[in-house]
């Protein structure tokens, strides 16, 4: 099986860090289940800039995935609400 390394930008970690413990820790779950899996149902391609993006709950995951080097990168992440600004 490959695994993906699961990599999260400065903003990305930023917005993480910000979260109640709840739902960040439930985030972080969905984001690491992204090493082994990262095209999982639900998936959607993001129209209008670079991306996919995952459900978990309220929020959404948004991060790139580079298949060359084996990395998904984890761009932003945020309430449903908020994350399309």
Do not use: C, F, W
């Amino acid at each position: 099986m490959v695994k993906y390394k699961v990599t999260l930008t400065k903003t990305a970690q930023k917005q993480l860090d910000k979260l109640p413990n709840s739902v960040s820790e439930d985030l972080l779950k969905t984001i690491l289940s992204l090493s082994t899996n990262p095209r999982p149902q639900g998936l959607k391609k993001l129209k209008g800039r670079d991306g996919y993006r995952v459900r978990s709950g309220s929020y959404r995951i948004i991060y790139d995935i580079i298949d060359k080097i084996l990395v998904v990168e984890v761009i932003a992440l945020g309430h449903k609400k908020d994350i399309y600004e």
